[in-house]
């Protein structure tokens, strides 16, 4: 968890001397994934109540504030990722959908910093991915991940087999 405050943190905007800001959008690109690697944890061990998670959470929440920007570039990507997923596959814009789930169902104060443009971004490419489902190729159910909630529909949304899969 630690790797995801740190990543997080150096995400965050730097003003230099000149009054110019830089942000490391790959090392938040970097915190989001460690996010899901939590929820793996946390799906094994279910001590999703302890007194560090929810600081940990909290803090995640203090640095998505810090972040905002990134943020909303990680949302734009994760639409962009469903519109190409004709071409690069299903897995990575699931994968992105789900880290933004994740925040918003369980990290108290992220709905707060998802504005009206966050969501219709996320509701957006959920219009699409329920389009787009069945004429991507499905990902395979070995590589679903066990701790993937049912809720998460676009994992399984996409049904499409390709002639070289089947008998796989």
Do not use: C
Not at 79 to 90: F, K, P, T, V, Y
């Amino acid at each position: 968890m630690d790797s995801a405050i740190l990543s997080f943190s150096k995400s965050s905007p730097v003003v230099d001397p000149t009054g110019s800001v830089t942000r490391n959008y790959e090392a938040f690109s970097d915190g989001m994934y460690i996010l899901l690697e939590v929820q793996e944890i946390l799906s094994d061990d279910g001590h999703a109540e302890d007194l560090d998670l929810i600081a940990f959470r909290s803090r995640i929440v203090e640095l998505m504030k810090l972040n905002e920007d990134n943020l909303w570039t990680y949302v734009s990507f994760a639409l962009d990722s469903a519109l190409q997923s004709s071409e690069h596959g299903w897995l990575e814009p699931s994968m992105k959908r789900s880290v933004i789930q994740f925040l918003l169902d369980e990290y108290p104060g992220m709905l707060e910093i998802f504005d009206d443009e966050d969501r219709g971004y996320l509701d957006e490419m959920d219009e699409f991915m329920r389009e787009r489902g069945p004429l991507t190729e499905a990902i395979p159910e070995s590589m679903i991940p066990a701790w993937v909630p049912a809720s998460h529909w676009w994992w399984r949304h996409a049904t499409w087999t390709s002639a070289s899969s089947i008998g796989q």
